[in-house]
């Protein structure tokens, strides 16, 4: 289970994040929609330590951890339970697609090389890059870019994938690849946080759909409650407005 | 004026006599400079408390001050203050017995220091911060991120500036004359104040830093290629 209490950031004086409070429970595939600068990106960063919140306590499995006063040991002890597939892939440059996916494994878990190997050939095979294991990320398309940075996520066997538009800088013919592989990942039972614009992989995919907006979860709920009948004003706004640009999805 | 051959050539041989002398001036300082250098980059580009304004403060400084300028004011305090200090540290050795050829290095070593630092400070924060994010994601530690990620991608960007910075160590060695060390140029017009072939002796001296130049820069270009393996050669 992972648990986010009360979480505020600010970014000098602009409050991205007003007192956030979400719950996932183990296996759940959630969610995140909301129009750009609602801090659905911020507080997916949060919980990954990548930017410092204000305050909050963020419980992950039986570990719970103050958001603003966590010291080096407890971050790390949380990003060793996470994993973060960014938007612009960030894989690392200088490392080979096997190398991308064993560095986690054998600096940071210490595992040994040749089983290391093993479990990253196995992940690149999954996600469908078997003849890509030595190319470079400068040699690879932005899709297989992309399945790179999730089989490195996927091979730390994390207690929850963190997801920031995956497919957001991604041209139109590589984003249904990568929402297969997404899927795929969510029909293994893992835990899944999962920021996008893509309404259709929500309403496949996801068991809990958040909406936020102005730095607040407006409104959660089951996918079927969101997309066809939102409670609040806001967000019924927010969903005709993206819907109608989408010719596959009707309600 | 005449081009005498014979007297190019004579120079030419006490030009290469001293150059481990220039050698040394430009190794050590290199060396020395590409770990300190790199050390004070990382500490202002990772933005460490306190130390990181100090050093930029420094380096600051330290490079408005003239080469000669610096040499002359160590080699000053060397002269006048290393017997005081040879005593106080209960050492046998005297200003006499020092070569002050250490000076040099010493003066070359600091210069090196604060430009090389700036070189890599540049190549550090041409890095993409995704690549530390990346890092902490999977669970390294800052260390492990910049001695496996950031390092190695650092190095190919820097290599065309510090071979700006050894060319340019290169041929600020010749400073030193200015102190009475004998390097590449002093050594090349030794014949020359018996000759009067001055000419002879300074062409002398300008083609063995040319050759030498020429030579560090075909290897930094083969290291370029090779540390760089993993871009898209589309600039190089």
């Known amino acids: 289970m992972i648990e986010v209490k009360n979480i505020k950031k600010e970014f000098g004086k602009h409050l991205v994040l007003k007192d956030v409070s979400v719950k996932v429970e183990d296996g759940q595939v959630v969610v995140i929609l909301g129009p750009s600068g609602s801090g659905k990106t911020t507080l997916l960063r949060c919980i990954n330590f990548l930017e410092n919140a204000d305050s909050g306590r963020l419980t992950i499995g039986d570990t719970e951890v103050d958001l603003k006063r966590a010291g080096k040991k407890e971050i790390l002890n949380i990003r060793r339970k996470t994993a973060f597939v960014f938007q612009n892939y960030n894989l690392f440059a200088n490392k080979t697609a096997i190398e991308n996916v064993m560095e986690g494994l054998v600096t940071a878990r210490r595992v040994p090389k040749a089983k290391a190997r093993e479990q990253a050939e196995e992940a690149l095979n999954w996600v469908g890059l078997s003849d890509r294991y030595d190319y470079y990320p400068a040699q690879l398309s932005g899709g297989q870019q992309q399945r790179v940075g999730i089989a490195r996520a996927f091979v730390l066997d994390p207690e929850v994938i963190l997801f920031d538009e995956p497919t957001s800088a991604l041209d139109p013919e590589l984003v249904g690849e990568t929402l297969d592989i997404i899927k795929r990942v969510a029909e293994k039972g893992i835990t899944m946080i999962v920021v996008t614009h893509e309404m259709s992989f929500a309403q496949d995919v996801a068991d809990k759909v958040i909406f936020m907006d102005g730095g607040v979860v407006v409104e959660e709920g089951t996918p079927e409650a969101i997309f066809s009948n939102p409670r609040e004003e806001r967000t019924r706004q927010f969903l005709s407005r993206i819907i109608s640009l989408d010719p596959n999805y009707s309600i | ?236």
């Not at chain 2, 060397?78 to 003066?107: C, P, Q, R, Y």
């Not at chain 2, 994010?133 to 290599?159: C, H, Y």
């Not at chain 2, 002879?200 to 030579?215: D, K």
């Open chain 2, 1 to 236: 004026m005449n081009f005498n051959l014979d007297h190019f050539k004579e120079s030419l041989i006490y030009g290469l006599i001293y150059l481990p002398n220039t050698l040394r001036l430009v190794f050590i300082p290199l060396v020395i400079g590409l770990s300190l250098g790199t050390l004070i980059a990382l500490v202002r580009v990772y933005k460490v408390p306190v130390i990181g304004s100090l050093l930029a403060l420094f380096v600051t400084v330290y490079q408005g001050v003239p080469i000669v300028v610096a040499l002359m004011i160590y080699n000053l305090i060397f002269m006048l203050k290393f017997n005081d200090l040879a005593a106080f540290l209960h050492l046998k050795s005297e200003v006499s017995d020092v070569n002050n050829i250490w000076v040099g290095i010493f003066a070359l070593s600091l210069t090196s220091v604060c430009s090389i630092s700036e070189a890599i400070r540049g190549a550090l924060l041409s890095i993409d911060k995704g690549q530390n994010e990346a890092g902490d994601s999977v669970g390294l530690t800052k260390v492990q991120t910049i001695v496996r990620i950031i390092i190695p991608q650092m190095i190919p960007v820097a290599i065309p500036m510090l071979i700006n910075n050894v060319v340019g160590l290169i041929k600020a060695s010749s400073v030193v004359m200015a102190i009475g060390i004998v390097e590449i140029v002093a050594g090349a017009t030794i014949p020359s104040s018996r000759t009067y072939a001055f000419f002879e002796g300074y062409a002398a001296a300008a083609m063995i830093y040319w050759a030498f130049t020429a030579v560090v820069e075909g290897l930094a270009q083969k290291l370029k290629k090779y540390t760089g393996k993993f871009r898209r050669n589309l600039y190089d």
